[in-house]
């Protein structure tokens, strides 16, 4: 007899021995059905982006192919200087365009674009203010952040939308995609990825982070894209106009909105602030950005 099934034995005995109801040995040595059960994996979730300081360390370890392209932009000698960054993935793979904050293009867009890259899709981030600054440069040209915010002021929504449109054309030509392509911004490019759902009907999906809702019934009626929205619980400003997206998008439309309490507004960058909120807010809205990319850009 080998030791564990003088053991199983033994256990048997005992049990018998003090009236605990006896076993034969076969009997006890019998696997159960709740022994065999093997217990489900528990979920992993998915790496969070870098915050604003840990980006640049993010992207100087990224295993993952990025680089800069320089995007034609029609009538204009200056073109849409973008963030391209791939994924490692067998293969055709979904398009992101990352339309950044009204900080510009930094170093945290970059990284949240190779954080997508991470999970599977083609991130392309291009910096909407090429061209604006000095010598014809763009966000880095500007140099400091106010200097940047207050140029960014100064583009209009459909030069915006122009510079979306020759972006987006340029990465549906990107022969490892799958000719899917969705949005996603944050604070200026929330409010802009809301507005590009709008002026592009053959958008296949928007993500709004603490964005601004569009402005009239005509913009909401245009929209196809299902649109999902991450907003925080005490950004009143931006949340006071979620009423008339949930108001104006009709049964046929598809709009979801959620709302972080006590989170505020640039969560997903500064998920270290406002005691936990932030990053508790982070940590629900970025699996369901990713869930919703998959559901409606997959395929």
């Known amino acids: 007899m080998d030791i564990r099934r003088g053991l199983v034995i033994s256990a048997a005995v005992t049990a018998c021995t003090f009236g605990l109801g006896c076993a034969t040995p076969e009997e006890a040595e019998a696997p159960t059905a709740a022994s065999e059960a093997v217990p489900e994996p528990m979920p992993i979730a998915p790496a969070l982006p870098p915050t604003e300081a840990t980006a640049p360390d993010h992207l100087n370890s990224s295993p993952r192919h990025g680089e800069w392209v320089d995007v034609t932009l029609p009538g204009s000698d200056v073109p849409v200087s973008t963030w391209v960054v791939y994924p490692e993935r067998a293969g055709p793979a979904p398009i992101i365009l990352v339309i950044h904050e009204i900080f510009g293009l930094t170093d945290w867009v970059r990284s949240v674009a190779d954080q997508f890259a991470a999970e599977g899709f083609i991130a392309v981030a ?31 929504p459909d030069e915006r939308a122009r510079r979306l449109d020759a972006v987006r054309l340029y990465a549906l030509d990107i022969p490892a995609g799958n000719g899917r392509i969705g949005s996603v911004g944050f604070c200026w490019g929330g409010t802009s990825s809301f507005a590009y759902a709008a002026s592009q009907p053959a958008l296949d999906a928007a993500v709004v982070y603490y964005g601004t809702s569009p402005d009239s019934a005509d913009a909401f009626a245009q929209i196809t894209a299902p649109v999902l929205g ?6 009143e400003r931006v949340n006071a106009t979620i009423p008339r997206a949930e108001e104006a998008m009709t049964d046929s439309q598809s709009f979801e909105s959620n709302v972080y309490a ?38």
């Open 230 to 235: 991450h907003y925080g619980g005490d950004d």
């Open 262 to 299: 006590g989170a505020g507004h640039g969560f997903l960058r500064a998920q270290d602030d406002r005691e936990g909120a932030n990053l508790r807010a982070s940590e629900a809205a970025w699996p369901r950005t990713l869930e919703f990319f998959r559901e409606h850009l997959e395929g």
């Open 126 to 156: 291009p910096d909407l203010l090429s061209g604006m600054g000095p010598d014809g440069g763009g966000t880095a040209s500007l140099g400091e952040r106010d200097t940047v915010v207050a140029t960014i002021r100064t583009l209009e």
